[in-house]
């Protein structure tokens, strides 16, 4: 399978986000991933469904919403409505998470379950049935940027160990570059969430080739 990359808006020029978006996507990009936080479960604000509303005209990529917020149900409708397919919320915020996540795929969205950095790994492999994502958090959400957490790669090789064979994707997210992605496909991820790498580059669509060739390097897509 083809590694998708997935740039995250995070680290665009907010000013001018419609063309940013157009730009990635004639780089190659195969989702575009919106970062949705609410200043309680991260220390920083974003943005919400209007704004998602007006994103969705500039592109026909599938949108994947990474919801980091502590009410994360009563976001899903209006982000649907607003045109994105994938829904990626945490287990830390979500005390029915099983409701939470069946309630994404009764709106038509596609549920994922995004696991901070030392969040156990079995959240996943008891929400198994009812996503069919994990996003794996590579350094804790809140801001572009960061360092990659290295304690990441052994994460997601037990997951892939624990949830490859029921057909459950790998995402990860923070810190993805050409240097961290090759070990990361390796162990089983197949979509790339990459901020600053792409939006910080000069050539985007390059930026994009980049972390897609080192993912094929890696191997296992
Ligand atoms: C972090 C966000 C990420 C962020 C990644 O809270 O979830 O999607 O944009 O940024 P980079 O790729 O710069 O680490
Ligand atoms: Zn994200």
């Known amino acids: 399978m083809r590694p998708r990359i997935a740039p995250s808006i995070l680290s665009a020029d907010f000013s001018r986000l419609g063309e940013e978006i157009r730009e990635v996507e004639a780089g190659g ?38 919801l980091m917020v502590t009410e994360p149900d009563a976001l899903v409708p209006g982000l649907v409505e607003a045109g994105v397919v994938r829904i990626a919320i945490h287990a830390e915020t979500c005390p029915h998470l099983q409701r939470s996540l069946a309630g994404i795929r009764d709106r038509g969205a596609s549920p994922g379950l995004a696991l ?10 008891e929400a198994a049935p009812w996503i069919d994502f994990v996003l794996v958090m590579s350094v804790n959400p809140g801001f572009g940027g960061q360092r990659f957490i290295a304690g990441s790669l052994p994460r997601i090789e ?26 990361l ?7 790339f969430i990459a901020g600053s790498a792409v939006f910080a580059a000069p050539d985007r669509a390059r930026a994009i080739q980049e972390i897609r060739e080192a993912a094929l390097q890696g191997g296992r897509t």
Do not use: K
């Open 29 to 66: 990009a195969d989702l575009i991933h919106l970062d949705i936080m609410d200043g309680h479960f991260v220390p920083n604000l974003t943005f919400g469904p209007p704004v998602v509303r007006w994103l969705a005209r500039h592109t026909a990529l599938p949108l994947d919403a990474h």
């Open 116 to 125: 901070n950095p030392a969040t156990p790994l079995v959240f996943a492999e």
């Open 158 to 183: 037990r997951l892939h160990r624990s949830l490859g064979s029921q057909g459950v994707e790998i995402a990860v997210d923070g810190g993805i570059t050409p240097r961290t992605a090759p070990g």
């Open 185 to 191: 496909a390796a162990a089983g991820v197949t979509t």
